[in-house]
């Protein structure tokens, strides 16, 4: 085993786990899943409620403002199970707040606090909440910039959906404030 530690370039994340060489190299991507990164405290935030139409369900999500301004809202999308304080999204939410891009870490229908207290829960079909709070954000103004959804697994398949969508004659209908994505299975 060496002990050289690897950093991850790009926008992305950083990886502190020591690489193996020889027999031991396909074990690099299972430790990873029981490595115990380091505590990330993240900046103040703000909780910002997110009504469903047609329930009286409410998404929730921790925003915090951007450092720098011209720089596009990041919506992070957890994956199954999972919420906004898992380990992937505040590790991400760090790396694009280091970067000066405001984000939103926003817990899905039934996630979170939210856990067992939803008349529904989220699915892999279920875009419309997520066009819901990419429609509040903008009447709040808090996406001048445009968004760009960052999903992990389960949120990754929410995002590329939510892209894909088509309408009747064949049009996006996703808000023309998204920018683009970020879709991972695995890190």
């Known amino acids: 085993m060496t002990q050289k530690s690897t950093r991850c370039q790009g926008i992305g994340f950083d990886s502190y786990l020591p690489r193996f060489g020889g027999l031991l190299s396909g074990l690099q991507p299972h430790l990873q899943t029981i490595w115990r990164r380091p505590q990330i405290k993240l900046s103040r935030h703000q909780s910002i409620e997110f009504p469903q139409p047609n329930s009286n369900d409410v998404l929730v999500g921790a925003y915090h403002p951007p450092v720098r301004a011209g720089r596009p809202l990041v919506l992070m999308l957890h994956g199954l199970p999972g919420d906004m304080n898992k380990d992937l999204i505040v590790w991400g939410a760090h790396t694009f707040l280091r970067r000066g891009y405001a984000v939103l870490r926003l817990n899905?229908?039934?996630?979170?606090?939210?856990?067992?207290?939803?008349?529904?829960?989220?699915?892999?079909?279920?875009?419309?909440?997520?066009?819901?709070?990419?429609?509040?954000?903008?009447?709040?103004?808090?996406?001048?910039?445009?968004?760009?959804?960052?999903?992990y697994s389960f949120g990754a398949n929410i995002a590329l959906k939510l892209?894909?969508?088509?309408d009747n004659s064949g049009k996006p209908i996703v808000d023309p404030c998204v920018r683009g994505a970020a879709a991972s299975c695995t890190l």
């Open 163 to 166: 892209l894909g969508e088509r």
């Open 108 to 151: 899905m229908r039934g996630a979170g606090e939210q856990a067992g207290t939803t008349e529904e829960l989220y699915h892999a079909g279920r875009t419309s909440d997520i066009h819901t709070v990419i429609r509040q954000l903008v009447e709040q103004n808090l996406c001048p910039d445009g968004i760009v959804l960052v999903g």
